[in-house]
């Protein structure tokens, strides 16, 4: 059976536009999903991120956040025919607040994985408590100290490790350290979940606000490393990919190293089908491009 990626709204939240993409329109709020992916077809099901532990955690950082009914994961699993007890991998693209707190609301018996990079950065205390939370450090602290509860990838890009069968991890750096790609092989090439590499595809990659050189990105506006290193992850990603799976954008898809479509109805959507190209629609046809248009 091939593998097949569901892209998960666990809520949405607002932001100022210029953490979204450096400089721009600062004091503009937009509104934005926050994802995690569901890989099914393989021997066990796959989570990648879990959004936040809670609504208050999130508001806490000046960020209002809100949780439709239809964004619990309890929900969300349920329309696979499926229970948290049957996740058998958890895997963090990083460990920010609104990608890895969720994992507190999984027994220890489930393998919950993260980079030792993103582990050793958490702890540090470099970024404050907002993006990585006392409560979320210390649940995976006590993970750490578990035994099986936690695995530590240490790719460096060199080599990448498997999940599952066609499901590995690579180093992507860029928006923190340890931050990772999950590669997913499809019958149509590779699916990159790509975490926060890129927060704003058509306003990043497809029109950057701040760069005229080809194929140059613009950096977003929260990142905790260089410019040079968000360019090259974003660089990378589209090098590598055939479909790029964000942490708060839609879908796309890439040919030649650029973004040529989006997946408009795929978020949320248990029919919708990810890997196949014909789920995209071209950007020529779009009505606006990504979420933020």
Known sequence: MALKIYPLK?????IDSSIMVMFRDPGKTVTIPVLGYLILGGEAPVLV???P???ADVNALGYPYRVAPEDELDYHLAQHGLKRSDIRHIVHTHAHLDHAGGSFNFPMSTQVSLTRQEMQFMASGIMGPGMYTADDTKHFIDRLHTKGALRLFDVDGTFEEE???GVAVQISGGHTPGSISILVE???GIANICGDIAYDFT???INPGLDIAAHEPTITGNHAMSTLAEKRAIKRALAISRFLLPGHDLPALVQGGKIVGFAHDAISNPLAD???ASSYT???QASGFGLLA
């Open 203 to 205: 306003d990043q990659i």
């Open 49 to 51: 991120d879990t959004g």
């Open 53 to 55: 532990r809670s609504e």
């Open 186 to 188: 499809t019958e149509e």
């Open 282 to 284: 071209p950007l020529l």
């Open 10 to 14: 666990y809520g949405q939240m607002e």
């Open 274 to 276: 990810v890997t196949k």
């Open 163 to 165: 999940i599952i069968p």
